[in-house]
């Protein structure tokens, strides 16, 4: 088993002085899976990303990526990992193809083997003309392909991508997606993705949903989706409080409050909105039957919307 | 077989699939199979990172910056030059250096420790830079020693420095054709000069890598702005590259005290061919070991910092 895990990660603390970002992380990523960490800023993404990346030095715990453990083997882990920074590591004074080669540089490949590889690179994500392009005078979708193309150079066996969807338009996030199905499809990479987007989040193959330093939830969407259990009940009311405390006398049901909302998991979602809208015609502004979402997976863990989790 | 990993690292899922034999092994086995080919394709590319290839594109980076940043020329090479020829109309009927020197002929070795600070200032400030804009955390991710890291910029920051160094001290007397400073005689000739460019390497290196070890801590510039004038122009005009050390009191231990006093010195016996003038100034052998230990001191500081995994160096 230990040997087809790409990433393995055991008992992780992390605090910065005082503040606990990371309390008791266990996880395992497969090779060759898309593993998403969702979660609101502040969360622990960030620490988690960067100690993955052997940036951060390991305070208690394990991490290991192919075996390799993080703490003894930075070295060697940088050597198996591409790293795409959620604010792009470009250099804006040197050209497109400068920062290509110079990251070339950096990891041993030179002449024509870098040439040959910067150029299919460039040509898989549509760069080919950009070559001779200033970095900074790129857009945000460009930038963020060419900090692609340059942490796959060394074709990296595990691919940690942070928030890569920053700055991208929905269409520049579904052609990154497509190249990185690919890019599994092909070469086997395991792709590592810190997220705050549910959309994103639904194209990996697991996930681990990450709240104040702790992993919350870990499963495939499907799983995480149907763990929440039947359909998902929203109720806007001018009074949520009374409403509750009615719902739960004539429905023995526990409404959760979010904020001026509230929200009701229950199967046959549809008998109940029907009885509910018919008990308390008054009291009800909007009322709305949904399959669960990853948010609602989010909110049955915590008790919280999403945003309302963030930290600044 | 079934065995769950120990700690339980959220695979109860597919253990259990594992336990049903079928669909995890075709699972594995198409992975298996996309995972040769990304190793063939890796082993085709694959080559051990050598850290002499990232020391030279670290340099060549710098000095690629450097020449599309037409200001940062103006200020490294223009601001001695002016200080050159101001100071010297200003201060040479008051001036009475050794042995009967013009002040100007005493300044211009001075200008050229100057030109290196500076240098080594500007390429070193970049540090914070790279930092904020994110240019950094890419190469502390890549599989390159610290040291290489340190000794790519602090080599590019040497080069440029060495390279206006050698222009002022080449065509700064031209100056003179134009009126704006007296004839001066200098001691840089072809035969020397290989030696000059020598020693100006040395005090560039040492001088960029103080530069390094000050920026590496710092989150902005302004920083940087502040330990410049109050740490590092005070340690150049101290230096004897300004005025003479007297020869007693507390100024003259300030400038005995001083590394760069020496880097100063050496020079100045190097490119002054009146040796009358350099009579008191500290040895070219003394000069050449302080500076050597003092860059060997700043080198090895900041490849430590540059080496510690910590939350500063992480962003």
Known sequence: MSDSLAVSVAGLHHAYSERKALDGIDFGVLAGEAFGLLGPNG???????????TLLPVQTGKVTL??????TKAQDVRQIIGVTFQSPSLDGKLTVWENLQHQAHLYGLYGVQSKTRIRELMDRLGLSDRGKDLAGSLSGGL???????????????????????????????????????????????????TTHLMEEAERCDRLGILNQGRMIALGTPDELRSSVGGDCLTIQTPNP????????VRFQLRPQR???????????????????????????TAISLARPTLEDVFIARTGHRFWEAEQP | MCLLPEPDIGFGKLNSRECD????????????????????????TERKPSPVLAVYSLAKRELVRFFRQRTRIVGALGQPIIFWILFGAGLQGSFRGPAGISYQEYFFPGVAVMIVMFT???STISIIEDRREGFLQGVLVAPISRTAIVLGKVLGGTILAVLQAVLFLALGPAIAWIGLAPTISTGLTWSNLPVVIGYLALVGFALTSLG?????????????????????????????SFFPAPDSGWLAWVIRMNPLTYGTSGLRRLVTPNLDAVAELPSLPLSLAVTIGSAVLYLSLAIWMTGRQTTHNAR
């Not at chain 1, 192919?66 to 703490?71: K, Y």
């Not at chain 1, 691919?159 to 996030?173: H, K, Y």
């Not at chain 1, 009701?264 to 018919?278: F, P, Q, T, W």
């Not at chain 2, 995890?24 to 890796?42: C, F, Y």
């Open chain 1, 66 to 71: 192919s075996g390799l453990d993080v703490a």
């Open chain 1, 258 to 284: 979010i904020g001026e909302s509230l929200r009701i998991e229950k199967s046959l979602g549809h008998e109940l909105l029907r009885d509910i809208v018919a008990a308390f015609p008054g009291e009800i």
């Open chain 1, 143 to 193: 930038k963020r392909r060419v900090e692609v193309a340059k942490s796959l150079l060394h074709h990296p066996q595990i691919l940690l991508l942070d928030e890569p969807s920053t700055g991208l338009d929905p269409g520049g996030r579904r052609d990154l997606w497509e190249y990185l199905t690919r890019l599994r499809q092909d070469e086997g990479t395991t792709i590592l993705v």
């Open chain 2, 212 to 240: 390094y070890l000050i920026a590496w801590p710092m989150d902005s510039t302004h920083g940087f702005h502040a330990i410049m004038s109050i740490f590092l122009m005070p340690m150049w005009l101290l230096s004897g």
């Open chain 2, 120 to 122: 080594a200032i500007f």
């Open chain 2, 21 to 44: 034999g079928m669909s995890e092994r075709d699972m594995s086995n198409t992975r298996g199979s996309s995972e040769l080919i990304g190793q063939m394709k890796r082993a085709g």
């Open chain 1, 43 to 53: 969360g622990g993404k960030t620490t988690l990303f960067r100690l993955l990346s």
């Open chain 1, 241 to 248: 409080e009374g409403l509750a405390e009615l719902i739960a």
